[in-house]
């Protein structure tokens, strides 16, 4: 979808909302009718994976869930649907790094990801995983650090796509490191693991759910986790932290966000129903599934945490001059 196409959906959404009804809430009871949930990605990776199976689980406790898979511009598209809709509480965003964080910064942002959206709950935290074709003489981070310095710019490492999180996470991983490696981009990370699979790039700090399918049948090595914790996808190894090493807090997120705007009640009725959701095991173990961990959070608590990493990931994306979609 071109840009003039998305801000004219923009403008036409605007307008709705300026003849719009009252809020459904001051209406009575909330919600009477189904919730439109955007998850701005095509389907079947993680997003999309988590958020099924959140609306899945709760409709039990709000009524019919409806899916609406909106993808393109690494997740603004579907974000300036939800940032453009009326505040009643009816059309929610799986916001993630893309729509929220990567895009609005390095790209030509078609909203605020902080004054346009009210933040509802944090769902999960998803790993990244490094892994390297089978073929480098590397078994862990510490020896792929001590190659990359010794052969500056032979190293190609793979992304899901300039200015996302796998992007920045390598650029911000050579910074602090004095490490020199060539970036290369592909159409997602599928993409972008099947490179390095076939040994096109040597490299690639990717989402676990992506990347440990080919680790299991020794298609690549893996070498490290980010995050606070192992995973249950990748016991045997080490977090990036364990490993002695910066860059342990990179990471996808997911999380549900709706229009700014919408009434605090509306807001404070989804975020305990979503916690309700997130404390059931079965939930907590499909996420594990994913190579992430729950991440449940007050909406405060969650404005909180964008507003932090808002900050962070805007200086590495400033200093490094990256430019996204």
Do not use: C
Not at 214 to 239: C, H, M, S, W, Y
């Amino acid at each position: 979808m071109k840009r003039r196409d998305v801000l004219a959906l923009g403008l036409a959404a605007v307008s709705t909302r300026a003849l719009g009804a009252r809020p459904a809430f001051a209406q009575g009871k909330y919600p009477d009718r189904p919730i439109r949930l955007v998850i701005p990605f095509a389907p079947g990776g993680v997003n999309d994976v988590i958020g099924r199976m959140w609306a899945d689980r709760v409709k039990d406790l709000l009524g019919q869930v409806v899916i609406e898979n909106q993808g393109g511009a690494g997740g603004s598209v579907g974000g300036a649907a939800v940032a453009r809709a009326q505040p009643d509480g009816y059309t929610l965003l799986l916001g993630g790094g893309g729509s929220q964080l990567v895009n609005p910064l390095a790209g030509k942002p078609l909203y605020d990801p902080l004054k346009d959206f009210e933040s509802i709950a944090m769902l999960a935290i998803t790993a990244l995983t490094a892994t390297v074709h089978p073929s480098l003489p590397v078994q862990n981070l510490k020896e792929l650090i001590e190659y990359a310095k010794a052969n500056p710019n032979k190293l190609s490492i793979a992304n899901s796509g300039v200015g996302g999180a796998t992007h920045i996470t390598a650029v911000a991983m050579a910074k602090q490191l004095g490490i020199q490696w060539k970036n290369v981009p592909y159409k997602g990370g599928a993409a972008a693991s099947r490179a390095v699979v076939s040994g096109e790039s040597g490299v690639i700090i990717n989402g676990a759910a992506a990347t440990m399918p080919f680790v299991v049948n020794k298609q690549l090595t893996g070498l490290a986790v980010t995050g606070e914790q192992r995973i249950a996808t990748a016991p045997d190894l080490p977090t990036f932290k364990e490993a002695g090493l910066p860059g342990g807090d990179a990471g996808t997120w997911q999380g549900i966000l709706t229009t700014g705007g919408t009434p605090p009640a509306m807001v404070a009725r989804l975020n305990a129903e979503i916690r309700k959701i997130l404390e059931m095991p079965e939930i907590q173990q499909k996420i594990a599934e994913q190579g992430g961990v729950v991440k449940a959070q007050s909406p405060e608590e969650f404005r909180n945490w964008l507003k932090d990493a808002t900050e962070r990931w805007g200086t590495i994306i400033r200093e490094a001059g990256i430019k996204g979609s």
